[in-house]
C-alpha cells in the first residue's frame, strides 16, 4: 500500500495526479488544494504542488494565486 487513505481520499488522489499528466502535455500547472493534511502529505509524498487552505502560509499562497486571476 502506498498510501493509508480512504477510498474516496485514494480517488480524489489518482484523479489528481491523472490531471497533472494531462495538463504537462499542454505546458500547464495543477495546483492540489485541499484541507485534508492527510490527503495533502499523499499529495506531496506524489510531487504534487499543494495547498491546504487552513494553513496561514499556504492561504497566503492561494489569496496570491486568486488575485492574479481576478
Not at 55 to 68: N, P
Amino acid at each position: 500500500m502506498k498510501h493509508a487513505l480512504k477510498s474516496a481520499d485514494s480517488i480524489q488522489l489518482a484523479t489528481v495526479i491523472e490531471l497533472r499528466e494531462m495538463m504537462k502535455e499542454i505546458g500547464e500547472n495543477v495546483i492540489f488544494i485541499c484541507d485534508d493534511e492527510e490527503l495533502v502529505s499523499a499529495g506531496r509524498k506524489e510531487n504534487l504542488d499543494t495547498l491546504n487552505p487552513r494553513m496561514k502560509e499556504d492561504k497566503l499562497k492561494l489569496k496570491k494565486i486568486l488575485e492574479k486571476m481576478a
